[in-house]
């Protein structure tokens, strides 16, 4: 199972003021906050652990299937994996001076990922994707589940394949485990 | 305070951090936040903080969990309130 979640630098300075009182302290864990703090760049390091527990929190909620909750701090960042009651995830981040893209995963698979730095549709680019692998003839549809999760279709079968979108700002991904 | 009160002072509230302005013009009790409204996940928490702040009440872990639809706002924050 796989998560994946992009931060657009730009949009996420005009969106959130990390700085807000208490705001750091409702997100992220004592051991998150010493973290942040010890950090030359406390404002990228905020978006990197955030990004991994969305990301890990898509992962989570992809595998067990359960309803959306708002629970921040039970996702923690231990050094390169997130821990949320005992299941630990992956985590890895791709940096630039415009993004922060994260990417979770169970440990020993290995994800494809893009990144599209414009606004277009990821789920067309993932769409086509999918096509190359699986031969033009095949019918690539998307299903949500009962939680909003998407699922892939093909020939209007639902598929086991575990995939993940982001979208914030400028920036689209998406991530998949084929 | 009367449930409609409570209600219109959380949509204040939200209001600036909606991204989908037909989802707030369709408002009912069963709004979800990220689904419906596509409020920034990150901006959660500055929802919570507003309630705290315009309510004063402190929402706890456990009731920030619950805080994704506008009816289980309305019912933590009467929740809240009650313990006064």
């Known amino acids: 199972m796989i998560g994946n979640d992009i931060v657009d630098l730009q949009l996420a300075k005009i969106q959130s003021n990390w700085k807000r009182e208490k705001w750091l302290q409702k997100l992220f864990t004592e051991r998150e906050l010493q973290c942040i703090s010890s950090s030359a760049y406390p404002e990228i390091e905020v978006w990197v652990l955030w990004s991994r527990k969305e990301a890990a929190y898509k992962a989570h909620q992809r595998r067990f299937g359960f309803k959306s909750k708002f629970n921040p701090k039970s996702f923690e960042n231990q050094n390169d994996a997130v821990n949320i009651n005992g299941f630990r995830y992956q985590t890895s981040t791709h940096q630039t001076q415009k993004y922060v893209y994260s990417i979770a995963k169970i440990i020993g698979t290995e994800p494809f990922s893009e990144v599209f730095e414009q606004e277009i549709s990821v789920r067309a680019q993932f769409a086509d994707k999918m096509l190359q692998r699986l031969g033009d003839s095949s019918l690539i549809s998307f299903r949500k589940d009962k939680n909003g999760v998407p699922i892939l279709c093909i020939n209007n079968v639902p598929s086991e394949i575990s995939f993940s979108f982001t979208h914030h700002g400028k920036y689209n991904a998406y991530t998949v485990i084929f | ?84």
């Open chain 2, 1 to 84: 305070m009367t449930k409609e009160e409570l209600l219109s002072k959380l949509k204040t509230i939200i209001t600036p951090y909606v991204q989908n302005q037909e989802g707030l013009q369709n408002l009912t009790e069963d709004t979800d936040f990220i689904k419906d409204l596509e409020i920034n996940s990150a901006n959660l928490v500055d929802v919570v903080l507003d309630v705290e702040d315009e309510f004063d009440i402190e929402i706890d872990n456990e009731a920030m969990e619950k805080m994704l639809t506008i009816k289980a706002s309305i019912e933590v924050i009467e929740g809240k309130l009650a313990q006064k």
